[in-house]
């Protein structure tokens, strides 16, 4: 796999979310349309935004100290337990939007 793939496969949701969001708002009165604008929100926030705000930053702060320091394991500590908890968020908004699209049908 190569970098672009890895980007398009990353990227790519959010594109689609991006379009189905814009669609779902202005279709809102037709059924399901709700629903669509719910995965929409769901994906792009809970995954894509959690990950630039929060998990990115988070993995750029570990890797600029060095590992075998006692604030590299300091930071390892920290970065464990914060990093997690945003991930769960993550895999959260995920799930949510996986519904949300579902029950639009």
């Known amino acids: ?43 792009l926030v809970g995954t894509m935004i959690v990950t630039f705000a929060f998990n990115v930053p988070l993995n750029d702060v570990l890797a600029a100290v060095d590992p075998a320091s006692p604030e590299g394991a300091r930071q390892w500590a920290s970065y464990l337990v914060t990093w997690t908890n945003w991930n769960h968020l993550r895999t959260a908004g995920a799930l949510f939007a996986a519904v949300a699209f579902y029950v639009a049908k």
Do not use: Q
């Not at 890895?6 to 349309?33: K, Q, Y």
């Open 1 to 43: 796999m190569t970098l672009m793939d890895d980007t398009r496969s990353f990227f790519g949701p959010a594109v689609v979310c991006s379009v189905l969001g814009v669609i779902s708002l202005a279709r809102w009165n037709r059924e399901g349309n709700a629903y669509l604008f719910a995965g929409s929100a769901f994906c």
